[in-house]
């Protein structure tokens, strides 16, 4: 290890690499990880370019050292984990704007810029890159787990917005995946098959994303109902109106109660189950669709209808959604943890599987709020728990089991954007079976046959006996 630590540095440059105990701490540990294991990356390794990336991977390849790649370090299953230690490769000097071809409505960056940063160097140009998950979240870390957001409703996912990838192979050898084009049927879809592979298949260091224009008239209502399910509901009719809707969030009474006691926003809240929309377009196709929603939800009861054209009083009215996560982390006292954990249903079965949910937990008297993407059926659970009491963290692990076994009874997906990391293997065996696993397995390991690219998370290894990660 000691002589691969020395030739990055000759090829590198002295501080290129770090050993540090604290950095390696920060690269290998994530406190809102649903899981974490006790082993660190032997070193931290920081790339300027797609080059510098093939050199490191080409001399872990010589050795067998496995490789990691972290951008935001936010992902939250255990994602950017080392259970095999190896070298953590950190995109921090890779944050670039590459270039951006307005006219052809697209931009080519580097994995460590976040999506807020992109859309502030790019509004000049009248152009956005739609999704939107947390703000701490980059492209990187997005692609490798084909996130989405809350715009997911009208502009689809990460698989939806990337053109192509730059991406780093495990031997070294540095591929395409495509052209620019927005559509091709030239041989295999590449970009697809590495979108959503956490970093397993090949190190992606540049990718061209898709850009909208920016609408003419953007609106945000807030509106709040009795009931989980009289929200449901009306997200329900909504979605079968047909209604042009750009984002459709709902966050229960508990979660709103915990973004008032975080005061994580300038505004209080009513505590009670909210949904959150967005409308944009046309000045009369924004109005005529708010009239609309208002409409339906007052069919299901809804209790107040607030919405606002004004851009500072819609990042107001939108800021407890975008807060959530970190409102409930900032509520942690002495051992508290916070599980976040997501799982995604057909639209049909969203207030099934949310009402279900919510009674368990209440009756085993677990502390969590309930919040999801109710336009695409994507619903997250928030629970914090004493994460030194077994027999408590015992009891959650297994609400998150049944969640999740209630998702793929009724058809859906053990994780709509969160990624399947360390945490949700043995799930994705169930959802998957393992004849598919199989076929994935096969691909890996054509691809990467040490398999050194991000061991341990996704699947194991087809000839490891015990599984690393739940």
Same mark, same amino acid.
């Given at each position: 290890?000691?002589?691969?630590?020395?030739?990055?540095?000759?090829?590198?440059?002295?501080?290129?690499?770090?050993?540090?105990?604290?950095?390696?701490?920060?690269?290998?540990?994530?406190?809102?990880?649903?899981?974490?294991?006790?082993?660190?990356?032997?070193?931290?390794?920081?790339?300027?370019?797609?080059?510098?990336?093939?050199?490191?991977?080409?001399?872990?390849?010589?050795?067998?050292?496995?490789?990691?790649?972290?951008?935001?370090?936010?992902?939250?299953?255990?994602?950017?984990?080392?259970?095999?230690?190896?070298?953590?490769?950190?995109?921090?000097?890779?944050?670039?704007?590459?270039?951006?071809?307005?006219?052809?409505?697209?931009?080519?960056?580097?994995?460590?810029?976040?999506?807020?940063?992109?859309?502030?160097?790019?509004?000049?140009?009248?152009?956005?890159?739609?999704?939107?998950?947390?703000?701490?979240?980059?492209?990187?870390?997005?692609?490798?787990?084909?996130?989405?957001?809350?715009?997911?409703?009208?502009?689809?996912?990460?698989?939806?917005?990337?053109?192509?990838?730059?991406?780093?192979? #495990? @031997?070294?050898?540095?591929? *395409?995946?495509?052209?620019?084009? +927005? /559509?091709? &049927?030239?041989?295999?879809? =590449?970009?697809?098959?590495?979108?959503?592979?956490?970093?397993?298949?090949?190190?992606?260091?540049?990718?061209?994303?898709?850009?909208?224009?920016?609408?003419?008239?953007?609106?945000?209502?807030?509106?709040?109902?009795?009931?989980?399910?009289?929200?449901?509901?009306?997200?329900?009719?909504?979605?079968?109106?047909?209604?042009?809707?750009?984002?459709?969030?709902?966050?229960?009474?508990?979660?709103?109660?915990?973004?008032?006691?975080?005061?994580?926003?300038?505004?209080?809240?009513?505590?009670?189950?909210?949904?959150?929309?967005?409308?944009?377009?046309?000045?009369?196709?924004?109005?005529?669709?708010?009239?609309?929603?208002?409409?339906?939800?007052?069919?299901?009861?809804?209790?107040?209808?607030?919405?606002? #054209? @004004?851009?500072?009083?819609? *990042?107001?009215?939108?800021?407890? +959604? /975008?807060? &959530?996560?970190?409102?409930? =982390?900032?509520?942690?006292?002495?051992?508290?943890?916070?599980?976040?954990?997501?799982?995604?249903?057909?639209?049909?079965?969203?207030?099934?599987?949310?009402?279900?949910?919510?009674?368990?937990?209440?009756?085993?008297?677990?502390?969590?709020?309930?919040?999801?993407?109710?336009?695409?059926?994507?619903?997250?659970?928030?629970?914090?728990?004493?994460?030194?009491?077994?027999?408590?963290?015992?009891?959650?692990?297994?609400?998150?089991?049944?969640?999740?076994?209630?998702?793929?009874?009724?058809?859906?997906?053990?994780?709509?954007?969160?990624?399947?990391?360390?945490?949700?293997?043995?799930?994705?065996?169930?959802?998957?079976?393992?004849?598919?696993?199989?076929?994935?397995?096969?691909?890996?390991?054509?691809?990467?046959?040490?398999?050194?690219?991000?061991?341990?998370?996704?699947?194991?290894?087809?000839?490891?006996?015990?599984?690393?990660?739940?």
């Amino acid at each position: 290890m000691e002589k691969a630590i020395e030739e990055v540095r000759t090829k590198l440059g002295e501080d290129s690499i770090t050993t540090d105990d604290d950095e390696l701490h920060r690269h290998g540990y994530s406190e809102w990880s649903t899981i974490n294991v006790d082993v660190l990356p032997i070193a931290v390794v920081y790339p300027k370019s797609t080059e510098e990336v093939s050199e490191i991977a080409k001399i872990c390849y010589k050795r067998k050292i496995p490789i990691v790649p972290y951008s935001g370090g936010s992902s939250l299953e255990g994602n950017f984990s080392a259970p095999y230690g190896g070298f953590c490769i950190d995109f921090a000097f890779m944050d670039k704007i590459l270039a951006l071809h307005d006219d052809d409505l697209d931009v080519v960056v580097q994995p460590a810029i976040g999506w807020m940063k992109l859309n502030e160097d790019i509004s000049h140009s009248g152009l956005f890159f739609p999704v939107d998950p947390g703000p701490s979240a980059m492209i990187g870390g997005m692609t490798g787990t084909n996130c989405s957001g809350t715009n997911a409703v009208r502009y689809g996912t990460m698989k939806d917005n990337v053109l192509n990838l730059t991406v780093v192979l #495990a @031997d070294g050898t540095v591929i *395409k995946t495509k052209r620019r084009p +927005r /559509k091709s &049927s030239a041989g295999y879809n =590449l970009t697809g098959m590495f979108i959503g592979s956490e970093g397993t298949l090949g190190i992606v260091t540049e990718i061209t994303l898709k850009l909208q224009v920016i609408p003419q008239e953007t609106s945000v209502a807030v509106v709040t109902f009795p009931t989980i399910r009289d929200a449901a509901s009306a997200a329900s009719k909504i979605i079968k109106a047909g209604i042009p809707i750009g984002a459709m969030e709902i966050m229960d009474e508990v979660q709103m109660s915990v973004v008032n006691k975080s005061k994580s926003t300038k505004k209080v809240w009513r505590e009670v189950p909210t949904m959150f929309f967005k409308f944009s377009g046309t000045k009369a196709g924004v109005k005529e669709n708010v009239g609309l929603v208002k409409d339906l939800s007052k069919q299901c009861k809804s209790i107040d209808f607030e919405f606002t #054209a @004004d851009a500072d009083e819609q *990042k107001k009215l939108w800021s407890a +959604r /975008k807060e &959530s996560l970190w409102s409930m =982390l900032s509520l942690r006292k002495g051992d508290e943890e916070v599980w976040s954990t997501d799982v995604a249903v057909p639209l049909s079965r969203l207030p099934d599987i949310i009402e279900v949910s919510k009674r368990e937990m209440d009756e085993l008297g677990i502390f969590s709020s309930a919040l999801g993407h109710v336009g695409d059926g994507n619903f997250h659970e928030c629970i914090m728990y004493n994460g030194k009491d077994p027999e408590e963290k015992k009891k959650v692990e297994e609400c998150v089991t049944r969640m999740v076994d209630r998702a793929l009874e009724m058809e859906g997906t053990c994780t709509g954007e969160h990624g399947i990391g360390l945490g949700k293997k043995k799930s994705l065996i169930k959802e998957l079976g393992l004849d598919t696993i199989g076929v994935m397995q096969k691909v890996k390991l054509s691809l990467d046959p040490h398999w050194l690219m991000n061991p341990g998370k996704v699947f194991d290894h087809p000839a490891q006996d015990k599984p690393m990660g739940t």
